[in-house]
């Protein structure tokens, strides 16, 4: 595995080739896979009114409710939904697959500049195969939008300080960075720039002049943005600006906890488990690790981080800077740290390569554990296909074994009608498997091979089991049927939660129950467990319950029901 000769030609074919890997992983399974959570539909229903209304500014949601993220991923859903002229599943998830390959496809030319070649197939191999990153390249949410062009205003900066050029490219990918998801897209490129700044210890006039340079251009161009959402949305729009920045940040949400509240080691722990398989080979490396601590010789090590590429640098300097900038909200989900996957990627691809060099064992270990994992899967769904899991799930919570069994007994009935493409993405991950623990190779096919299993056993997922699983939780069919028993002349409304993927599906005709009820008949969505609920509200009216969901929708649990609400009947005088 030695670093190949940086050829522009060689460069750009590895390009292509890392472009070509994440684009197979990713698209073809993108069509097949209905809405089955809260936050797909919710971004998808905001380019639906893009293309129905034309309001590109500030366009609304679920009953006229202004998006609380700003709308770059939605404009792009859009651009890729006109020539259809309506918004599908599959297209809302297509800039995120887009997006993905082209930064896998920049890094590897960025590093591949700085650092070989190899360094950077590798890093960008284990970018498109970590695990969150591809769960959120094959998602219809704004993190991958905000992350990419993130992801370019950082390569462009380096480029500019390192050679004074394309510097307004880091400032337009920093604007769209604001207008993916707000001005978390400047603060936080800028306070890696400061930490880097310092570590290289440029003079204070260059660093101010330098961040100065790049980062003001990029806020007047985001502003533009800003003011005339403001001139249409007024104090509303400026009160959900406050509340998802600043208020998120402090864990002042207004009402109640902020969402999504977690410990730092959620975050850190979640950053770990987003980065599997390729985060294992620390574990793996943990006991000469420990060594150099016990010796001291860490002390050394530390000293010496400084005297590294520039761009190592720079990558532990933007992942320590997302790690401790998300660290002080309340609020943690490790979609936040998306952004820090393409520079960890690189610094885990780096570490790879140190180890095939000087320890290769440890590269042998790595690819076995890896192995491990994607054997443990298969087992645990042979497992599931035999019914030898029942004892399991009887040793957790009620509601934790029901979801359990649930997904067991979808994944039995997939077995019984599998397709043949069904049966091919089954079997290849074992075909690599089966060849690393046969036959005797070289570390460099092992650690090969490993990757390559994990890779098709990610198709496997996206191809065979998460479709599965998404029709067993999607609100498309009730949706279907809903249509068909609606009164489009009485209004529908929902009570106690935000049915987005329904409100999608009809076309976002759906908002939230009034407190002053109409005094006509009127729909109303409500989860099953929650009509009596809604009985202490309605009074005295009557309801009729007119459909109920065949499955929960988008949690087992979640029997949705539709009920009609009886018009106030006149009282005699």
């Given amino acids: 595995m030695e670093e190949s000769d940086n050829n522009p030609r060689i460069v750009l074919l590895a390009a292509l080739g890392v472009i070509l890997f994440s684009l197979l992983s990713t698209l073809p399974w993108i069509w097949s896979k ?4 809260r936050g797909e539909p919710r971004e998808a229903v905001v380019a639906q009114e893009i293309l129905k209304a034309g309001e590109v500014i500030l366009p609304k949601r679920y009953g006229g409710d202004v998006p609380t993220k700003p709308p770059l991923s939605h404009w792009l859903v859009a651009l890729v939904s006109f020539w259809r002229g309506e918004v599908t599943e599959g297209l809302s998830r ?29 890093a960008s191999v284990i ?20 992350s990419s062009f993130l992801t370019f205003s950082l390569i462009f900066l380096f ?18 960075s604001v207008l993916g998801k707000g001005p978390v897209g400047v603060v936080l490129p800028a306070i890696i720039w400061v930490f880097f700044l310092a570590l290289r210890r440029s003079c204070i006039r260059f660093s101010s002049k330098f961040i100065a340079a790049h980062f003001v251009p990029s806020l007047a161009i985001a502003f533009v943005w800003y003011f005339l959402a403001w001139q249409r949305g007024g104090d509303e729009f400026l009160d959900i600006v406050f509340r998802e920045n600043i208020g998120r940040f402090l864990g002042d949400m207004y009402h109640g906890t902020a969402p999504h509240s977690h410990s730092v080691w959620y975050l850190y722990g979640s950053f770990f488990l987003g980065l599997l398989p390729y985060s294992l080979v620390l574990v793996v490396d943990l006991k000469r690790l420990l060594g ?33 900038f998300f660290s002080f909200p309340a609020s943690k989900r490790s979609v936040y740290l998306l952004g820090a996957y ?3 990627a690189l610094l885990l691809g780096s ?29 645990l769904l042979l497992f599931i296909s035999f019914g030898l899991t ?3 799930s009887s040793l957790l919570p009620p509601r934790q074994s029901f979801e359990f069994n649930y997904y067991a007994g979808v994944w039995r009935n997939l077995t019984s009608h599998l397709q043949p493409l069904d049966i091919l993405l089954l079997m290849l991950p074992l075909v690599p498997l089966l060849v690393f623990f046969l036959r005797r190779m070289e570390t460099k096919a092992r650690l090969c091979l490993s990757i390559a299993s994990f890779y098709l056993f990610l198709c496997f997922s996206e191809g065979v089991l998460v479709p599965a699983f998404a029709k067993s939780l999607s609100s498309k069919g009730f949706s279907k049927r809903l249509k068909g028993v609606l009164d489009k002349r009485l209004p529908l409304f929902s009570y106690g939660n935000e049915f987005y993927g329904i409100n999608f599906y009809l076309g976002n005709s759906l908002s939230r129950l009034p407190r002053k009820l109409p005094s006509n008949a009127f729909y109303v969505l409500v989860l099953d467990s929650k009509i009596s609920k809604l009985r202490g509200i309605i009074g005295e009216r009557g309801y009729t319950v007119l459909l109920r969901s065949e499955h929960g929708i988008t949690k087992p649990h979640y029997i949705v029901d539709l009920i009609m609400v009886s018009p106030v009947t006149m009282q005699p005088s």
């Fill in 34 to 37: 209905p809405f089955y959570t």
């Fill in 94 to 122: 297509l800039p995120s697959v887009l997006l993905s390959a082209l930064v896998a496809g920049a890094l590897s030319i960025f590093v591949a500049k700085r650092l070989g070649v190899g360094t950077a197939f590798l």
């Fill in 127 to 146: 970018l498109i195969t970590s695990f969150e990153w591809h769960r959120a390249s094959v998602t219809a949410r704004v993190d991958m939008a905000f």
């Fill in 159 to 176: 480029i500019a300080y390192e050679r004074r050029k394309f510097s307004s490219l880091a400032s337009l990918f920093l604007a769209l």
């Fill in 292 to 324: 150099i601590v016990r010796r001291g010789k860490w002390q050394i090590r530390l000293k010496g981080v400084l005297d590294l590429e520039p761009l190592v640098v720079y990558s532990i300097v933007i992942v320590l800077s997302f790690l401790l």
């Fill in 342 to 344: 393409p520079w960890a």
């Fill in 351 to 379: 570490y790879l390569l140190y180890l095939y060099r000087s320890y290769p064992f440890a590269v042998k270990s790595f690819g076995k554990v890896v192995l491990s994992l994607v054997a443990f899967a298969y087992l």
């Fill in 390 to 392: 029942e004892g399991l």
